[in-house]
């Protein structure tokens, strides 16, 4: 069963607007939060991080939310840029008790309408 | 070359062929990982290295056999695959396995198994 989940497949934007890409887990003990970027033939890169001791954090045009109790977490892209479409990806970790590795949800494809 | 490259980026093989894929890291990292993402399913951790030794195999069959002769490269030996094996393999690497280390993604080899 998926642990980290993200339900739209895709999201389409005017440029300038506000992106919001959603993210949910259910595993409790995750403690660590990632959102991936990534364009078509490339690997993912990494864009921002949150860990659960913050609610919020914001890199540049990126902020990333964090409801611990809803089990939600969010992207927010402001203002958007066509240069931003491509697939993003959360991906969550425990310190303790998940095993040593990234669950990662299965990604929002963003389209950046000029 | 600076980053995670990975040979060849594609490559279509029967299910009674042997071939290797090949993963170099340039960062200094001392933490390697291979990754399966199949179609509209989340990246998988197949396996974790850290300063060469396996420290994660995340239930794969045997039909997958990572080498990782040095803390720079990383090989996943392939043999006698199915069609389902068909994917994208992602190597990583980070400085060390613990989960505030951001992992830095190669561009994948897109796998196809006739």
């Known amino acids: 069963d998926q642990q980290v989940k993200q339900n739209s497949p895709s999201l389409s934007v005017q440029e300038g607007r506000i992106s919001i890409l959603n993210c949910d887990y259910t595993?409790?003990?995750?403690?660590?939060f990632l959102w991936y970027k990534k364009y078509p033939a490339e690997g993912p890169t990494f864009l921002i991080s949150?860990?659960?001791?913050?609610d919020k954090n914001e890199d540049g045009r990126f902020t990333v939310f964090l409801n611990k109790s809803a089990k939600h977490l969010s992207l927010h892209i402001v203002p958007s840029q066509p240069g931003d479409s491509a697939v993003y990806f959360c991906?969550?970790?425990?310190?303790?008790?998940?095993?040593?590795?990234?669950?990662f949800g299965t990604g929002t494809s963003l389209t950046v309408i000029p | 070359e600076t980053g995670v490259t990975q040979t060849p980026r594609h490559l279509v093989m029967g299910m009674t062929n042997k071939k290797s894929l090949k993963c170099e890291q340039h960062?200094?990292?001392?933490?390697m990982y291979w990754y399966k993402q199949s179609a509209k399913k989340p990246l998988e951790l197949m396996f974790v290295?850290?300063?060469?030794?396996?420290?994660e195999n995340n239930s794969v069959p045997s039909r997958f056999s990572p080498e990782c002769p040095n803390s720079s490269h990383l090989f996943l030996h392939l043999h006698t695959l199915q069609p389902e094996d068909s994917a994208l393999y992602l190597c990583?690497?980070?400085?060390?396995?613990?989960?505030?280390?951001?992992?830095?993604f190669g561009p994948g080899t897109r796998l196809l198994v006739l």
């Open positions: 990583a690497s980070s400085q060390d396995p613990a989960p505030q280390e951001t992992q830095y």
């Open positions: 595993n409790s003990m995750f403690d660590y």
């Open positions: 949150i860990s659960s001791i913050k």
């Open positions: 991906a969550a970790r425990g310190s303790l008790n998940t095993g040593n590795q990234f669950y």
């Open positions: 960062l200094g990292h001392n933490a």
């Open positions: 290295y850290n300063f060469k030794e396996q420290t």
